[in-house]
């Protein structure tokens, strides 16, 4: 019954640039399974396995994918089905110059742990650590700039979300006809903040419906979960990622209500929290969630 | 039955510092009602009334209370039973010069909404915004500096932190004896993020009961809530202070499991979240979430 078609992850990129070709054109409403390479690509087998620098090519995202009839000023649509890792173990490392205590002289850099899946669960030490997968890099072909898979910006890229689980429904602005998704660095778990530069690090195959929204008002990707309408914003500071994440908010609830600009943000600031994404990569992703209940539909 | 004592909101103060006297002192398990006022003093009860500028005097915390036998190197404990609303609205307000989009052109400074509280909610024009009472302000007096109430810092202070809800503890180094704890500036709701500046601003009465345990290794403000340990940190920048978040969460992990403090870094990485508390005040304070089964105790 199913016609779902499997993307291997023989065609990957490492940059999202504005003139990406695709390894592959599928329609609207295609049923997908992308498989994706672990973040590190099978370098860290074992606790011996150190990362001595960021790799130059790392974070492949598998793809592009363009989809038929996508436009710039569209979004794209990619509900997330399923993310179901394919190997038996993840693993978390440090890596010298990055991280969050980067510069702390108790931190040993490098150093691996990797984390072997037993019974649904990563097992760290005597601790268990229940798998949530969540993808870490996911984006598009961008406006103007070339951004290396290891950072986020208004196109996605290594936005290192947890909300990107199985469930949501993610949404990025087209900026190139076609879109030209690409994903991979999925984390079999991760805390918001991803504080070492990881989560645990796992190849997966991720189950995707894709859609395209005409002429939708969208500057930076959003998520739809259950209760909530999450606006991302990646930026140089937490801070300045922050103030666009509530700018958006704002927009939103001042265009779903038709008041002033100025009510809406003190509306956001009573029930619209912001949220951490990621800490690391260098730039920043924090995320700003409007329940549903205040917002019916942001693309409308 | 109860000898719950009020403690009301005739003595307050403006600043924590290391030489505040007690208003009151009391005994170790002390179960108080501790009366608040709004944080802008009752100057706002209608939309018409404006915020021209941060009143030099703002934030007024009830107290200090003293707590008999509570010594440097010791933590006080808060258990909060219960917040409770004693006036009839609440307000948000943007103040110039003040909130995280402060430079927005498009943002009124000064302007207010009262947000009127009917049936267990807000109301917020057409919409209805569940009540759901935070402390923003409370903390013990300091080891060195002064801080006005509207800075947080290792001594809490103005933590704007929704964790501070009824049924959290929250613990305090104890810097100078007695502790001398004051809380203050409530709001009837809040987001995490505290954008504009305020919550919905309120007059209350808090639930408390204190206690004193000895010898903790406590640098900054814990808070027990049923699920986690959260440990904040707040500082000038966001990042700074998810640094100073990750670390302590990353020693009690190791404390508690007796490995590499590096390795409690990674742990953390995959399973203890970094939050925004709040981004306005002007330090800014985040905390970080380890659930308590991967922690005991952090006190221990």
Same mark, same amino acid.
Request: charged share 25%; glycine share 6%; net charge negative.
């Given at each position: 019954m199913t016609?779902?078609?499997? !993307?291997?992850?023989? #065609?990957?990129?490492?940059?999202? #640039?504005?003139? /990406?070709?695709?390894? $592959?054109? $599928? %329609?609207? +409403?295609a049923a &997908?399974?992308? %498989?994706t390479r672990d973040s590190l690509e099978g370098a860290v087998q074992r606790d011996g396995d150190l990362m001595e620098s960021v790799p130059e090519e790392v974070n492949a995202a598998t793809g592009p994918i363009a989809v038929e009839g996508a436009e710039p000023g569209d979004a794209l649509r990619v509900e997330i089905e399923a993310i179901r890792p394919t190997e038996d173990r993840g693993r978390a490392v440090t890596i010298p110059g990055f991280g969050l205590l980067r510069d702390d002289p108790e931190v040993a850099h490098p150093h691996t742990r990797v984390t072997p899946v037993e019974d649904g669960a990563l097992r760290f030490g005597d601790l268990s650590v229940p798998l949530d997968p969540c993808i870490g890099t996911i984006g598009v072909a961008?406006?103007?700039?070339?951004?290396?898979?290891?950072? @986020?910006?208004d196109h996605? =890229?290594? &936005?290192?979300?947890?909300?990107?689980?199985? =469930?949501?429904t993610v949404y990025f602005p087209v900026f190139q006809p076609g879109g030209l998704l690409a994903m991979g660095d999925c984390k079999a778990a991760m805390a918001d903040g991803e504080h070492c530069g990881t989560g645990a690090e796992i190849a997966t195959e991720?189950?995707?419906?894709? =859609? $395209?929204? =005409?002429?939708? @008002? *969208? #500057?930076?990707?959003? !998520? %739809?979960?259950?209760?909530?309408?999450t606006f991302l914003a990646s930026a140089e500071t937490l801070q300045t990622a922050c103030e666009l994440a509530v700018r958006d908010a704002s927009e939103a609830l001042a265009r779903a209500h038709g008041g002033e600009f100025t009510d809406a943000y003190l509306l956001?600031?009573? !029930?619209?929290?912001?949220? !951490?994404?990621? $800490?690391?990569? @260098? *730039?920043?992703?924090? +995320?700003?969630?409007? @329940?549903?209940?205040? /917002?019916a539909d942001p693309l409308d």
């Open positions: 016609d779902r078609h499997t !993307i291997d992850d023989s #065609s990957v990129v490492y940059a999202f #640039s504005p003139d /990406l070709e695709p390894s $592959v054109t $599928v %329609e609207p +409403r &997908l399974t992308v %498989e961008t406006a103007d700039e070339e951004y290396t898979t290891l950072v @986020p910006h996605g =890229g290594n &936005l290192d979300t947890t909300d990107l689980r199985a =469930g949501a991720i189950d995707v419906t894709l =859609g $395209v929204v =005409g002429d939708a @008002p *969208l #500057s930076r990707p959003l !998520i %739809e979960t259950d209760d909530a309408w956001a600031s009573l !029930i619209a929290d912001l949220e !951490i994404s990621q $800490v690391v990569d @260098p *730039l920043k992703t924090v +995320r700003c969630a409007v @329940p549903k209940g205040y /917002l």
